[in-house]
């Protein structure tokens, strides 16, 4: 879910994988620019004419971050979301 009043937190798209549990699932994780926030969505693809835009970033609601605890992907996070902020307006379709 995507807010847009003053406490949403603005989240960067930093990785889509597709689930291994199950099929047609995939699983989109956004980030802040420091790497330290993160926000994870679910979209299961019904047929192959589902289509559904995916944004470069997002207002998150803070109710619904979670804090990344993993140095490793905390860079990992921030440089992607740093790349995306830098070469994306958060509308853009990726």
Do not use: C
Request: net charge negative; charged share 35%; glycine share 4%.
């Amino acid at each position: 879910m995507t807010v847009s009043d003053a406490s949403a937190v603005r989240m960067w798209l930093v990785e889509r994988t597709y689930s291994d549990d199950e099929q047609n699932m995939v699983i989109l994780t956004y980030a802040t620019v420091d790497g330290e926030r993160y926000f994870r969505k679910e979209r299961a693809l019904t047929s192959f004419s589902d289509v559904r835009d995916t944004t470069a970033g997002l207002d998150a609601d803070p109710e619904n971050v979670g804090a990344v605890t993993d140095a490793a992907d905390r860079e990992r996070y921030a440089t992607e979301a740093a790349r995306m902020a830098e070469t994306h307006d958060p509308d853009d379709v990726i």
